[in-house]
């Protein structure tokens, strides 16, 4: 059914609360964060909120001279946002699925552009993938997020998780790669036959490698990341 009253459409549609705490899916496609305090989140994601919420941009010493370098070069990609204050808060990125996942002193990696919130008791590190900084224009970075908490990652459409076990190493695209656990360490490598065998054109195709005991998180689309030539 897609013809409803105004007031069918607001009971059909409208927010409730589920008392699950910091974070809810109020919609496969929309987080509802309760905030009492701060919440880190990807830089433009805030969709609506509610109550007394202040922004402000990750700043570029943030986490100390060393990261001046990874954020000129990884640009707008890698940016969070603080959210600090009281209220609900809605975030969303492009209508990509939400999956949320409870860290318990742990650690994972998270694609740059598919890390959407996180509690401020997960510590969190962009990595460059320096190997690739030649062959890929754009998605050279990801956030080791390690410790305690929610944190919030997107995917388009539905989310597939491999396992990797020893002696059984999985190759995936990087466009489609999502996360995986952080005890796992991606090389790189280029395949010219798989390129030129699906019709990409000249040129290598790049390729993540992952051997040892963990699991990678793809998700059945090819994110084309844009890098700013400025």
């Known amino acids: 059914m897609n013809r409803y009253s105004i007031s069918e459409f607001i009971k059909k549609t409208e927010q409730e609360d589920k008392g699950e705490g910091l974070f809810e899916l109020e919609t496969p496609r929309m987080l509802e964060v309760n905030l009492e305090g701060l919440v880190w989140a990807k830089a433009g994601s805030m969709v609506a909120y509610n109550g007394s919420i202040k922004f402000e941009r990750e700043g570029i010493l943030e986490h100390?001279?060393?990261?001046?370098?990874?954020?000129?070069?990884?640009?707008e990609g890698a940016s969070l946002m603080k959210a600090n204050?009281?209220?609900?808060?809605?975030?969303?990125?492009?209508?990509?699925?939400i999956i949320i996942l409870h860290l318990q002193n742990e650690v994972i990696y998270v694609n740059g552009n598919d890390l959407l919130a996180f509690e401020p008791s997960i510590k969190h590190n962009i990595k460059l993938m320096k190997r690739v900084a030649g062959m890929m224009a754009g998605g050279l970075f990801n956030v080791r997020c390690e410790g305690t908490g929610m944190?919030?990652?997107t995917t388009h459409y539905e989310p597939l998780t491999l396992r990797v076990t020893p002696g059984k190493p999985v190759i995936t695209d990087p466009?489609?790669?999502?996360?995986?656990?952080?005890?796992?360490?991606?090389?790189f490598q280029t395949?010219?036959?798989?390129k030129t065998f699906v019709g990409r054109g000249s040129g290598e195709s790049i390729q993540?490698?992952?051997?040892?005991?963990?699991?990678?998180?793809?998700q059945p689309y090819e994110e084309v990341y844009m890098q700013s030539n400025s």
């Open 175 to 187: 466009n489609a790669t999502v996360a995986w656990s952080g005890n796992l360490q991606p090389e």
């Open 208 to 218: 993540m490698r992952f051997e040892g005991d963990g699991f990678v998180i793809v």
């Open 151 to 153: 944190i919030a990652i």
């Open 191 to 194: 395949d010219i036959s798989f």
């Open 64 to 75: 100390g001279l060393g990261n001046m370098f990874k954020k000129a070069f990884t640009g």
């Open 85 to 97: 204050g009281q209220g609900k808060l809605y975030l969303a990125d492009q209508g990509k699925k």
